[in-house]
């Protein structure tokens, strides 16, 4: 089945104690992206990779790290998490070209930090 | 400050009417518009997009008008089921690369 996966799907953990979401998919997809869903802010775009070594920063990416060592996994990194990262995080990812925007998104991992 | 905006938090619709969402957007250099469906406890679904050379794109009973000059476009539902309740969230992006999602309409379908 195509799907885009993301370990965990629920976390808590307290400022300062760093921390990675996996985000795998087997659709051989070039394009990544990471977005967090805040109330009342929608989704809001964090980091995007274009192809392996090939990453640039979102609307939102002050706090985040990712990596792109692999085609199919991209795991945003929280080295110093604090309370405002408190979200629910999705990654995405899609065929690359102009032709298909279409993004397929994983469940979901919904993040507190105490 | 938000280039997407859905200004509509939430709409409720009879069963069997039509449902219209909208959005609106600042920025005149998105060339490509998309919608997904977001069900509770779920990562959004990619419902029906419109590239900005067009101003209708339709896929059955959904269809997706884009208003360039407004900078207006707006997803019609017709006609509206109770399995189309769900959160609907307009997204935009001028590359391909970096896309701006609006806030979300709720829409509920009451039988």
């Known amino acids: 089945e195509a799907q885009v996966t993301q370990n965990p799907r629920y976390l808590i953990t307290v400022t300062g104690k760093k921390l990675t979401v996996t985000c795998s998919q087997n659709?051989?997809?070039?394009?990544m992206s990471w977005y967090r869903q805040d109330p009342g802010l929608g989704l809001r775009q964090i980091y995007y990779?274009?192809?392996?070594?090939?990453?640039d920063k979102g609307d939102v990416p002050e706090g985040y790290k990712v990596s792109r060592k692999e085609k199919r996994n991209f795991p945003l990194i929280l080295e110093s998490p604090s309370p405002n990262q408190t979200s629910l995080y999705f990654c995405?990812?899609?065929?690359?070209?102009?032709?298909?925007?279409?993004?397929?998104f994983g469940p979901g991992t919904r993040l507190t930090v105490l | 400050d938000q280039q997407v905006k859905q200004n509509s938090p939430s709409l409720s619709v009879q069963e069997g009417r039509i449902s219209i969402l909208n959005c609106d957007y600042t920025?005149?250099?998105?060339?490509?518009f998309l919608w997904y469906k977001k069900y509770p406890a779920e990562g959004p679904t990619f419902l029906i997009s419109?590239?900005?050379?067009?101003d209708k794109n339709e896929d059955g009973r959904f269809t997706v008008f884009l208003n360039k000059s407004a900078k207006h476009l707006s997803l019609h539902i017709v006609p509206s089921q109770p399995g189309d309740s769900a959160v609907y969230f307009c997204a935009a992006t001028p590359t391909g690369n970096q896309f701006y999602f609006g806030t979300g309409t709720s829409l509920t379908v009451i039988p």
């Open positions: 920025n005149s250099m998105f060339d490509y």
């Open positions: 419109i590239s900005s050379i067009k």
């Open positions: 659709m051989n997809h070039e394009y």
């Open positions: 995405a990812s899609r065929v690359s070209g102009r032709g298909t925007n279409e993004q397929f």
């Open positions: 990779s274009m192809n392996v070594e090939v990453t």
